[in-house]
Protein backbone atom coordinates (compact mmCIF):
# COMPACT_ATOMS: atom_id res chain seq x y z
CA UNK A 1 0.00 0.00 0.00
CA UNK A 2 1.33 3.52 -0.91
CA UNK A 3 2.25 5.95 1.94
CA UNK A 4 -0.67 7.94 0.91
CA UNK A 5 -3.14 5.14 1.07
CA UNK A 6 -1.90 4.42 4.37
CA UNK A 7 -2.40 7.53 5.82
CA UNK A 8 -5.91 8.00 4.43
CA UNK A 9 -6.41 4.05 6.30
CA UNK A 10 -4.80 5.89 9.26
CA UNK A 11 -6.73 8.88 9.24
CA UNK A 12 -9.98 6.69 8.93
CA UNK A 13 -9.36 4.42 11.80
CA UNK A 14 -7.94 7.22 14.04
CA UNK A 15 -11.13 9.55 14.49
CA UNK A 16 -13.36 6.32 14.66
CA UNK A 17 -10.91 5.15 17.66
CA UNK A 18 -11.67 8.82 18.95
CA UNK A 19 -15.36 8.97 18.66
CA UNK A 20 -15.81 5.74 20.22
CA UNK A 21 -13.36 6.18 23.27
CA UNK A 22 -15.14 6.16 26.41
CA UNK A 23 -13.47 8.37 29.35
CA UNK A 24 -10.86 9.82 29.87
CA UNK A 25 -8.31 7.33 30.23
CA UNK A 26 -9.05 5.79 26.98
CA UNK A 27 -8.93 8.90 24.88
CA UNK A 28 -5.02 9.37 26.82
CA UNK A 29 -4.44 6.30 25.56
CA UNK A 30 -5.32 6.54 21.92
CA UNK A 31 -3.31 9.87 21.90
CA UNK A 32 -0.06 7.69 23.12
CA UNK A 33 -1.01 5.51 20.32
CA UNK A 34 -1.76 7.89 17.54
CA UNK A 35 0.66 10.53 17.96
CA UNK A 36 3.14 9.24 20.05
CA UNK A 37 6.71 8.94 19.67
CA UNK A 38 6.09 4.83 18.72
CA UNK A 39 2.89 5.84 17.34
CA UNK A 40 2.69 6.01 13.28
CA UNK A 41 2.83 9.23 12.18
CA UNK A 42 5.86 10.03 13.75
CA UNK A 43 7.07 6.53 11.81
CA UNK A 44 5.99 7.72 8.41
CA UNK A 45 7.67 10.70 9.47
CA UNK A 46 10.88 8.62 10.28
CA UNK A 47 10.09 6.76 6.45
CA UNK A 48 10.74 9.89 4.42
CA UNK A 49 14.51 9.44 4.20
CA UNK A 50 13.75 6.36 2.12
CA UNK A 51 11.45 8.15 -0.19
CA UNK A 52 12.06 10.04 -3.66
CA UNK A 53 13.16 13.64 -2.78
CA UNK A 54 10.18 14.72 -5.13
CA UNK A 55 7.77 12.86 -2.80
CA UNK A 56 9.23 14.04 0.26
CA UNK A 57 7.16 17.74 0.66
CA UNK A 58 3.77 16.24 -0.36
CA UNK A 59 4.13 13.14 2.01
CA UNK A 60 5.44 15.45 4.91
CA UNK A 61 2.65 18.10 4.37
CA UNK A 62 -0.16 15.08 4.12
CA UNK A 63 1.14 13.94 7.62
CA UNK A 64 1.31 17.30 9.23
CA UNK A 65 -2.16 17.37 8.23
CA UNK A 66 -3.14 14.27 9.69
CA UNK A 67 -1.57 14.97 12.91
CA UNK A 68 -3.33 18.27 13.38
CA UNK A 69 -6.48 16.66 12.76
CA UNK A 70 -5.97 13.40 14.96
CA UNK A 71 -5.37 16.26 17.61
CA UNK A 72 -8.12 18.44 17.01
CA UNK A 73 -10.33 15.40 17.33
CA UNK A 74 -8.68 14.07 20.35
CA UNK A 75 -9.02 18.11 21.54
CA UNK A 76 -12.88 17.92 20.95
CA UNK A 77 -13.86 14.58 22.45
CA UNK A 78 -11.65 15.90 25.28
CA UNK A 79 -13.88 18.74 26.18
CA UNK A 80 -16.97 16.76 25.46
CA UNK A 81 -16.20 14.11 28.24
CA UNK A 82 -15.31 17.22 30.21
CA UNK A 83 -18.34 18.63 29.66
CA UNK A 84 -20.18 15.39 30.17
CA UNK A 85 -18.10 14.96 33.85
CA UNK A 86 -19.35 18.38 34.60
CA UNK A 87 -22.90 17.91 33.83
CA UNK A 88 -22.79 14.34 36.30
CA UNK A 89 -21.12 16.43 38.85
CA UNK A 90 -23.57 19.24 38.90
CA UNK A 91 -26.36 16.29 38.98
CA UNK A 92 -24.82 14.12 41.85
CA UNK A 93 -24.30 17.90 44.16
CA UNK A 94 -27.43 19.08 43.35
CA UNK A 95 -28.65 20.91 46.72
CA UNK A 96 -32.44 21.34 47.20
CA UNK A 97 -32.92 24.29 49.28
CA UNK A 98 -36.32 24.13 49.44
CA UNK A 99 -36.03 20.99 51.53
CA UNK A 100 -36.38 21.58 55.42
CA UNK A 101 -32.66 22.58 57.42
CA UNK A 102 -31.61 20.07 60.24
CA UNK A 103 -33.17 21.10 63.49
CA UNK A 104 -30.18 22.57 65.69
CA UNK A 105 -31.00 21.44 68.85
CA UNK A 106 -29.75 24.09 71.84
CA UNK A 107 -27.99 22.99 75.53
CA UNK A 108 -28.24 24.50 77.92
CA UNK A 109 -25.81 25.12 81.11
CA UNK A 110 -26.25 22.07 83.79
CA UNK A 111 -28.12 22.94 86.81
CA UNK A 112 -25.10 22.92 88.99
CA UNK A 113 -23.33 24.46 86.84
CA UNK A 114 -26.35 27.97 86.93
CA UNK A 115 -26.13 27.60 91.20
CA UNK A 116 -22.53 27.78 91.22
CA UNK A 117 -22.26 30.65 88.45
CA UNK A 118 -25.32 32.45 90.67
CA UNK A 119 -23.06 32.06 93.87
CA UNK A 120 -20.37 33.93 91.81
CA UNK A 121 -22.03 36.09 90.54
CA UNK A 122 -23.30 37.38 94.42
CA UNK A 123 -19.36 37.35 95.63
CA UNK A 124 -17.79 39.11 92.27
CA UNK A 125 -20.03 41.74 93.12
CA UNK A 126 -18.76 41.66 96.60
CA UNK A 127 -15.17 42.02 95.64
CA UNK A 128 -14.33 38.38 96.22
CA UNK A 129 -11.90 36.40 94.24
CA UNK A 130 -12.74 33.32 92.43
CA UNK A 131 -10.03 30.78 92.28
CA UNK A 132 -9.88 27.42 90.88
CA UNK A 133 -6.92 24.35 92.30
CA UNK A 134 -6.26 21.01 91.50
CA UNK A 135 -8.44 17.97 92.05
CA UNK A 136 -5.86 15.94 92.94
CA UNK A 137 -3.95 17.28 95.91
CA UNK A 138 -1.67 16.46 98.28
CA UNK A 139 -2.45 15.64 101.59
CA UNK A 140 -0.72 18.53 103.13
CA UNK A 141 -2.96 20.80 101.63
CA UNK A 142 -5.92 19.17 102.01
CA UNK A 143 -6.21 17.76 105.40
CA UNK A 144 -2.82 19.03 107.52
CA UNK A 145 -3.33 22.74 106.41
CA UNK A 146 -6.97 22.23 107.62
CA UNK A 147 -5.55 21.52 111.22
CA UNK A 148 -6.60 17.22 110.52
CA UNK A 149 -3.36 15.90 111.21
CA UNK A 150 -2.29 12.36 110.42
CA UNK A 151 -4.09 10.76 113.10
CA UNK A 152 -7.00 12.47 113.39
CA UNK A 153 -10.48 10.97 113.81
CA UNK A 154 -12.27 13.77 111.82
CA UNK A 155 -10.52 12.14 108.98
CA UNK A 156 -12.85 9.39 108.91
CA UNK A 157 -16.05 11.41 107.74
CA UNK A 158 -13.67 12.17 104.70
CA UNK A 159 -11.96 9.02 103.23
CA UNK A 160 -10.81 9.65 99.77
CA UNK A 161 -9.89 8.02 96.86
CA UNK A 162 -5.58 8.00 97.50
CA UNK A 163 -4.04 7.88 94.48
CA UNK A 164 -0.43 7.41 96.16
CA UNK A 165 -0.18 8.09 100.61
CA UNK A 166 0.33 11.58 100.09
CA UNK A 167 -1.52 12.32 97.10
CA UNK A 168 -5.21 12.25 97.09
CA UNK A 169 -8.41 13.19 95.17
CA UNK A 170 -9.41 16.11 97.47
CA UNK A 171 -12.80 15.92 99.88
CA UNK A 172 -13.16 19.96 99.71
CA UNK A 173 -12.42 22.87 98.17
CA UNK A 174 -10.44 24.04 101.31
CA UNK A 175 -6.86 23.16 100.00
CA UNK A 176 -7.59 25.83 97.02
CA UNK A 177 -8.12 28.29 99.89
CA UNK A 178 -4.74 27.34 102.09
CA UNK A 179 -2.76 27.40 98.98
CA UNK A 180 -4.29 31.35 98.17
CA UNK A 181 -3.40 32.53 101.64
CA UNK A 182 0.31 31.15 102.58
CA UNK A 183 0.85 32.56 98.85
CA UNK A 184 -1.43 36.01 99.78
CA UNK A 185 0.01 39.34 100.85
CA UNK A 186 -1.48 40.72 103.35
CA UNK A 187 0.19 44.42 103.84
CA UNK A 188 -1.74 44.83 100.15
CA UNK A 189 -4.98 44.44 101.86
CA UNK A 190 -7.50 41.29 102.90
CA UNK A 191 -8.18 38.05 101.32
CA UNK A 192 -11.77 37.54 100.23
CA UNK A 193 -12.29 34.69 97.75
CA UNK A 194 -14.84 31.37 96.93
CA UNK A 195 -13.78 28.19 95.61
CA UNK A 196 -16.47 26.15 93.88
CA UNK A 197 -15.62 22.70 92.12
CA UNK A 198 -15.53 19.20 92.23
CA UNK A 199 -14.78 17.48 95.47
CA UNK A 200 -14.78 13.15 96.38
CA UNK A 201 -15.24 11.15 98.78
CA UNK A 202 -15.34 7.22 99.49
CA UNK A 203 -18.66 6.36 99.62
CA UNK A 204 -21.60 4.01 97.70
CA UNK A 205 -23.49 6.26 95.85
CA UNK A 206 -27.64 6.26 96.72
CA UNK A 207 -30.48 8.92 96.64
CA UNK A 208 -28.30 11.55 98.78
CA UNK A 209 -24.50 10.48 98.38
CA UNK A 210 -22.16 10.61 95.50
CA UNK A 211 -18.91 9.75 95.52
CA UNK A 212 -18.16 13.04 93.68
CA UNK A 213 -20.11 16.20 94.04
CA UNK A 214 -19.27 19.96 94.25
CA UNK A 215 -18.85 22.97 96.66
CA UNK A 216 -18.46 26.03 97.00
CA UNK A 217 -16.21 27.54 100.23
CA UNK A 218 -15.24 31.18 100.87
CA UNK A 219 -12.79 32.70 103.41
CA UNK A 220 -12.38 36.40 103.80
CA UNK A 221 -9.15 36.64 106.01
CA UNK A 222 -8.34 40.54 107.24
CA UNK A 223 -8.15 42.63 110.53
CA UNK A 224 -11.23 43.13 112.81
CA UNK A 225 -13.73 40.01 110.70
CA UNK A 226 -16.25 39.17 113.33
CA UNK A 227 -18.67 36.60 113.48
CA UNK A 228 -21.75 39.60 112.39
CA UNK A 229 -19.42 39.80 109.27
CA UNK A 230 -19.85 35.90 108.64
CA UNK A 231 -23.79 36.11 109.27
CA UNK A 232 -24.32 39.21 107.37
CA UNK A 233 -22.61 37.26 104.48
CA UNK A 234 -24.41 34.32 104.40
CA UNK A 235 -27.85 35.45 104.94
CA UNK A 236 -26.92 37.38 101.36
CA UNK A 237 -26.30 33.71 100.19
CA UNK A 238 -29.42 32.01 101.15
CA UNK A 239 -31.64 34.94 100.30
CA UNK A 240 -30.23 35.02 96.61
CA UNK A 241 -30.87 31.41 96.12
CA UNK A 242 -33.68 30.87 98.31
CA UNK A 243 -35.35 34.08 97.77
CA UNK A 244 -35.51 37.84 99.10
CA UNK A 245 -37.59 36.99 102.24
CA UNK A 246 -35.18 34.40 103.50
CA UNK A 247 -33.10 34.18 106.98
CA UNK A 248 -30.90 32.66 109.13
CA UNK A 249 -30.50 30.92 112.20
CA UNK A 250 -26.71 29.60 113.03
CA UNK A 251 -26.41 26.57 115.50
CA UNK A 252 -23.21 25.70 117.06
CA UNK A 253 -21.11 22.77 115.38
CA UNK A 254 -17.96 21.22 115.00
CA UNK A 255 -15.15 21.44 112.48
CA UNK A 256 -11.71 21.09 112.54
CA UNK A 257 -10.85 24.45 110.37
CA UNK A 258 -13.07 26.59 112.03
CA UNK A 259 -13.09 27.83 116.14
CA UNK A 260 -16.27 28.21 116.85
CA UNK A 261 -18.04 26.81 114.23
CA UNK A 262 -21.55 26.81 113.60
CA UNK A 263 -24.31 25.16 111.34
CA UNK A 264 -26.57 27.55 109.03
CA UNK A 265 -30.10 26.91 108.33
CA UNK A 266 -32.60 28.88 106.25
CA UNK A 267 -36.32 29.24 106.85
CA UNK A 268 -38.34 27.53 104.14
CA UNK A 269 -39.06 28.78 101.07
CA UNK A 270 -42.02 25.99 100.81
CA UNK A 271 -43.46 27.16 103.51
CA UNK A 272 -42.07 30.40 104.70
CA UNK A 273 -41.40 28.62 107.93
CA UNK A 274 -45.05 27.86 109.41
CA UNK A 275 -43.83 24.13 108.78
CA UNK A 276 -44.15 21.45 105.68
CA UNK A 277 -42.87 18.41 104.71
CA UNK A 278 -39.58 20.47 102.51
CA UNK A 279 -38.58 21.94 106.33
CA UNK A 280 -39.74 18.12 108.54
CA UNK A 281 -42.64 20.54 109.93
CA UNK A 282 -39.34 22.92 111.25
CA UNK A 283 -39.41 25.51 109.54
CA UNK A 284 -35.87 25.20 108.82
CA UNK A 285 -33.62 23.15 106.40
CA UNK A 286 -29.75 23.13 106.89
CA UNK A 287 -27.33 24.77 104.06
CA UNK A 288 -24.46 25.57 105.07
CA UNK A 289 -21.44 25.12 107.41
CA UNK A 290 -19.03 28.05 108.69
CA UNK A 291 -17.26 29.09 111.08
CA UNK A 292 -13.85 31.54 112.32
CA UNK A 293 -10.87 30.31 110.95
CA UNK A 294 -9.22 28.01 113.73
CA UNK A 295 -5.88 29.88 114.80
CA UNK A 296 -3.37 27.12 113.88
CA UNK A 297 -4.87 26.82 110.25
CA UNK A 298 -3.75 30.40 109.72
CA UNK A 299 -0.61 30.30 111.53
CA UNK A 300 -0.02 26.72 109.22
CA UNK A 301 -0.30 29.38 106.31
CA UNK A 302 2.05 31.89 107.66
CA UNK A 303 -0.71 34.31 109.14
CA UNK A 304 -0.16 35.56 112.63
CA UNK A 305 -3.39 34.53 114.38
CA UNK A 306 -2.69 37.64 116.76
CA UNK A 307 -3.19 40.14 114.03
CA UNK A 308 -5.51 38.28 111.55
CA UNK A 309 -9.04 36.58 111.82
CA UNK A 310 -11.61 35.54 109.93
CA UNK A 311 -14.15 33.52 108.47
CA UNK A 312 -14.67 30.20 106.78
CA UNK A 313 -18.14 28.59 105.22
CA UNK A 314 -18.66 25.69 102.86
CA UNK A 315 -22.36 24.58 101.06
CA UNK A 316 -22.83 22.10 98.41
CA UNK A 317 -24.66 23.34 94.90
CA UNK A 318 -25.75 19.85 94.37
CA UNK A 319 -27.74 19.72 97.98
CA UNK A 320 -28.78 23.80 97.01
CA UNK A 321 -30.02 22.54 93.65
CA UNK A 322 -32.08 19.20 95.42
CA UNK A 323 -34.02 21.85 97.60
CA UNK A 324 -34.69 24.37 95.10
CA UNK A 325 -35.82 22.13 92.36
CA UNK A 326 -37.34 19.24 94.36
CA UNK A 327 -34.57 16.95 92.98
CA UNK A 328 -35.07 13.38 95.51
CA UNK A 329 -32.18 11.40 93.94
CA UNK A 330 -28.05 13.26 94.18
CA UNK A 331 -27.32 10.59 91.25
CA UNK A 332 -29.41 12.43 88.42
CA UNK A 333 -27.05 15.21 88.11
CA UNK A 334 -24.38 12.62 87.22
CA UNK A 335 -26.33 10.64 85.09
CA UNK A 336 -26.32 13.12 81.93
CA UNK A 337 -29.90 12.49 80.89
CA UNK A 338 -31.18 14.74 78.78
CA UNK A 339 -34.75 14.60 79.49
CA UNK A 340 -33.53 15.96 82.87
CA UNK A 341 -31.35 18.14 82.14
CA UNK A 342 -33.31 19.98 79.95
CA UNK A 343 -35.88 20.67 82.33
CA UNK A 344 -33.18 23.26 83.58
CA UNK A 345 -32.84 25.08 80.63
CA UNK A 346 -33.11 28.75 81.50
CA UNK A 347 -35.47 30.47 79.21
CA UNK A 348 -34.72 33.90 77.01
C1 LIG B 1 -9.75 27.35 105.15
C2 LIG B 1 -10.22 27.46 106.43
C3 LIG B 1 -11.50 27.06 106.71
C4 LIG B 1 -14.46 25.79 105.10
C5 LIG B 1 -15.69 25.32 105.78
C6 LIG B 1 -17.52 24.14 106.19
C7 LIG B 1 -17.46 24.89 107.30
C8 LIG B 1 -18.58 23.15 105.91
C9 LIG B 1 -19.47 21.60 104.34
C10 LIG B 1 -20.80 22.12 104.00
C11 LIG B 1 -21.52 21.12 103.17
C12 LIG B 1 -18.97 20.95 103.11
O1 LIG B 1 -20.38 20.97 100.96
S1 LIG B 1 -20.33 20.39 102.20
O2 LIG B 1 -20.34 19.01 102.30
N1 LIG B 1 -18.53 22.57 104.73
O3 LIG B 1 -19.40 22.88 106.71
N2 LIG B 1 -16.52 24.37 105.30
S2 LIG B 1 -16.18 25.91 107.24
O4 LIG B 1 -13.57 26.19 106.05
C13 LIG B 1 -12.30 26.56 105.72
C14 LIG B 1 -11.83 26.46 104.44
C15 LIG B 1 -10.55 26.85 104.15
C16 LIG B 1 -8.33 27.75 104.82
Known amino acids: MDLQAKLAELKHNGLKEIKAAEGMDAVKKIKVSLLGKKGPITNVLRGMKDLA ?12 ILRDELTKAIDAKTKELEAA ?8 EAIDVTLPGTQVTEGNPHIITQVITQIEELFLGMGFQVVDGPEIEEDHYNFEMLNLPKDHPARDMQDTFYITPNILMRTQTSPVQARTMEKHDFTKGPLKMISPGKVYRRDNDDATHSHQFHQVE ?15 TLALVAQTVFGA ?14 EPSCEVDVSCFKCGGAGCAVCKQTGWIEVLGAGMVHPNVLKMAGVDPEVYGGFAFGLGPDRFAMLKYGVDDIRQFYLNDVRFLKQFAQKG
Open 218 to 232: GLVIDKHITMADLKG
Open 245 to 258: ERKIRLRPSYFPFT
Open 53 to 64: PEERPQVGKMAN
Open 85 to 92: LLQQKLAS
